[in-house]
């Protein structure tokens, strides 16, 4: 006997969300087809969001849209919510379309349940699509786990930011992020 799987289009899973198919108190999102209920959000992983939800407006002005917790569509298949996601600046602010791969500067995901998800789908999915550049702020072990250079599926460069350590996002040479910034 074997399963029958399917993998929904953006377009059907949108469609699911308009008939009322999800909860409207459920948070899901669409990955490689895949329907994925997505973690609660706890007071740590809350007060992290918006810690550089302060942050990054106050630092980069109009060079960057700071999107919080919005969807990115990647491709046919897959619609993240990611945390946060630095956005080229556009005038009209995605307005006729939600943001691509080549919109994003820098894609943030806070992790602390959803650390797996982070780690052993998403990570392969972004390096996939070529974000450039992605953190995962990792809320368990209080350390940011950074990857850069995507190639074939995998990120080339990865390194881990620890207490009193700062770091400088690609997109953004001449910010520094300190580790105090993330983690108060």
């Known amino acids: 006997m074997s399963l029958l799987t399917k993998k929904f289009t953006v377009d059907q899973y949108h469609k699911m969300g308009e008939v009322g198919i999800f909860d409207p108190d459920e ?60 956005l080229q600046p556009r005038d009209d602010y995605y307005a006729n379309k939600f943001p691509s791969s080549e919109d994003i500067l820098l894609l943030i995901e806070v992790a602390d349940s959803s650390l797996l998800t982070d780690q052993e789908i998403k990570l392969p999915l972004y390096a996939e699509h070529n974000i450039i550049e992605y953190w995962i702020v990792n809320l368990t072990r209080q350390i940011v786990e950074i990857y850069r250079d995507p190639q074939n599926r995998a990120y080339q460069q990865q390194q881990m930011l620890l207490e009193n350590q700062s770091i400088s996002p690609l997109a953004f040479p001449e910010l520094t992020v300190n580790f105090a910034t993330i983690f108060g």
Do not use: C, W, Y
Not at 39 to 48: D, F, K
Not at 58 to 81: C, F, K, M, T
């Open 27 to 86: 948070r899901v999102e669409l990955l490689e087809g895949e329907i994925i209920k997505m973690s609660p959000i706890g007071l740590q992983h809350a007060v992290t969001i918006n810690r550089l939800t302060n942050f990054f407006p106050r630092q980069l002005g109009d060079n960057a849209i700071v999107s919080i917790q919005n969807p990115i569509r990647l491709n046919n298949h897959s619609e993240p919510q990611p945390d946060i996601t630095l």
